[in-house]
């Protein structure tokens, strides 16, 4: 066993305190990492107050790592003590299925594991997260991130930087592509730094007219605060794709009008209710309607070596662990420019 400090929820609802506790020896393909930097994602807050159903206490959140090898198992191969890594949401899979072999972990057939919340696949380790000082990994779900990068900038890429930049590239978001992003937070705020470095005309639609200046200086063309029934008439089948990151209920009927034919509209963020979408607004233009969620390893790497080479990380507030429970309540109530990340060299 391998002792490991951190913060942890002891129950639910309940503030994160001080965890001492133990993470696995070394298997022959695992990676040890001395974390440096985590994100703080709004899940986290959802898991810890158990607001998504049953989960496991104690629980130590983080699923937005970066750090440092320290040590490897006695067949790891892929990474080598010293070098800069990350981890993202999940640290295993079932490794057999058909999404599995094509690098789509995150939609295993039988379930991917998750970084924290759940029992790793023996069946009886509990996944403690990246709130802490350490994590031991399979090297198959960790990926190598360019020394180029401001590291603590880095953390969030692992969760929400993915989460934007894989149905960017699925649906070929580039030169000529009309994209449009709703919301401008810490999903949002990924997905306009990528569709603008992919060469989109990039529209961000905001709740707010306080965001426009960021917006705009983060490579967005254009920004439409609450847009008016005019501006979706004037509008109407212009754009190629169009994300929703925001987990509120939003008229789906409108933005789906604005996609041109074949285009799409990909929610990404999670609404506490069901959308209602009147099926004409599709069939008029074969307008698609899709999801997606995070990515898979390959897709990842890919990621962190786009952003390597194009300077990308989230525009972050670095704070001390004892300063988890505030940066919860400023989450929740949307006060961060753009994403927390704890700095775990205090752990």
């Given at each position: 066993?391998?002792?490991?400090?951190?913060?942890?929820?002891?129950?639910?609802k309940?503030?994160?305190?001080?965890?001492?506790?133990?993470?696995?020896?070394?298997?022959?393909?695992?990676?040890?990492?001395?974390?440096?930097?985590?994100?703080?994602?709004?899940?986290?807050?959802?898991q810890?107050?158990?607001?998504?159903?049953?989960?496991?206490?104690?629980?130590?959140?983080g699923?937005?790592?970066?750090?440092?090898?320290?040590?490897?198992g006695?067949?790891?191969?892929?990474?080598?003590?010293?070098q800069?890594?990350?981890?993202?949401?999940?640290?295993?899979?079932c490794r057999?299925?058909?999404?599995c072999?094509?690098?789509?972990?995150?939609?295993c057939?039988?379930?991917?594991?998750?970084?924290?919340?759940?029992?790793?696949?023996?069946?009886?380790?509990?996944?403690?997260?990246?709130?802490?000082?350490?994590?031991?990994?399979d090297e198959?779900y960790?990926?190598?991130?360019?020394?180029?990068?401001?590291?603590?900038?880095?953390?969030?890429?692992?969760c929400?930087?993915?989460?934007?930049?894989?149905?960017?590239?699925?649906?070929?978001?580039?030169?000529?592509?009309?994209?449009?992003i709703?919301?401008?937070?810490?999903?949002?705020?990924?997905?306009?730094?990528?569709?603008?470095?992919?060469?989109?005309?990039?529209?961000?639609?905001?709740?707010?007219?306080?965001?426009?200046?960021?917006?705009?200086a983060?490579?967005?063309?254009?920004?439409?605060?609450?847009?008016?029934?005019?501006?979706?008439k004037?509008?109407?089948s212009?754009?190629?794709?169009?994300?929703?990151?925001?987990?509120?209920?939003?008229?789906?009927?409108k933005?789906?009008?604005?996609?041109?034919?074949?285009?799409?509209?990909?929610?990404?963020?999670?609404?506490?209710k069901?959308?209602?979408?009147?099926?004409?607004?599709?069939?008029?233009?074969?307008?698609?309607?899709?999801?997606?969620?995070?990515?898979?390893?390959?897709?990842?790497?890919e990621?962190?070596?786009?952003c390597?080479?194009?300077?990308?990380?989230?525009?972050?507030?670095?704070i001390?662990?004892?300063?988890?429970?505030?940066?919860?309540?400023?989450?929740v109530?949307?006060?961060?420019?753009?994403?927390?990340?704890?700095?775990?060299?205090s752990f």
């Amino acid at each position: 066993m391998v002792k490991a400090r951190g913060y942890a929820v002891l129950t639910p609802k309940t503030d994160l305190v001080p965890f001492e506790f133990d993470r696995r020896a070394l298997r022959p393909h695992d990676v040890e990492i001395t974390i440096t930097h985590t994100g703080i994602c709004h899940s986290d807050i959802h898991q810890g107050r158990e607001e998504w159903g049953q989960a496991i206490f104690p629980m130590v959140p983080g699923h937005e790592i970066v750090g440092r090898v320290k040590d490897v198992g006695e067949k790891a191969s892929k990474f080598a003590p010293g070098q800069l890594v990350g981890v993202g949401v999940f640290i295993d899979s079932c490794r057999e299925c058909e999404n599995c072999k094509a690098g789509l972990q995150q939609y295993c057939a039988q379930g991917m594991t998750g970084t924290y919340n759940t029992i790793e696949r023996d069946g009886s380790t509990v996944a403690y997260g990246g709130y802490s000082n350490l994590i031991v990994v399979d090297e198959n779900y960790v990926v190598s991130v360019p020394e180029t990068l401001e590291v603590a900038g880095v953390a969030p890429l692992m969760c929400a930087g993915i989460t934007l930049y894989s149905p960017l590239r699925h649906w070929e978001a580039g030169p000529g592509k009309k994209v449009g992003i709703i919301g401008l937070g810490g999903l949002g705020h990924m997905g306009v730094k990528f569709a603008h470095a992919m060469g989109a005309h990039l529209t961000v639609f905001s709740h707010s007219e306080r965001k426009k200046s960021d917006a705009l200086a983060m490579g967005a063309d254009d920004f439409v605060a609450n847009p008016s029934d005019d501006y979706f008439k004037k509008n109407g089948s212009s754009f190629d794709l169009i994300l929703n990151t925001v987990s509120v209920d939003v008229d789906l009927e409108k933005y789906l009008s604005l996609l041109r034919l074949n285009g799409t509209l990909v929610l990404i963020g999670l609404p506490g209710k069901p959308y209602q979408v009147p099926a004409g607004v599709l069939l008029g233009k074969r307008r698609r309607l899709a999801g997606s969620m995070i990515g898979g390893v390959p897709e990842l790497q890919e990621m962190l070596n786009f952003c390597g080479s194009n300077q990308i990380v989230s525009d972050i507030e670095l704070i001390q662990p004892d300063y988890i429970n505030k940066a919860w309540e400023r989450t929740v109530a949307r006060d961060v420019k753009y994403r927390f990340v704890i700095d775990a060299s205090s752990f």
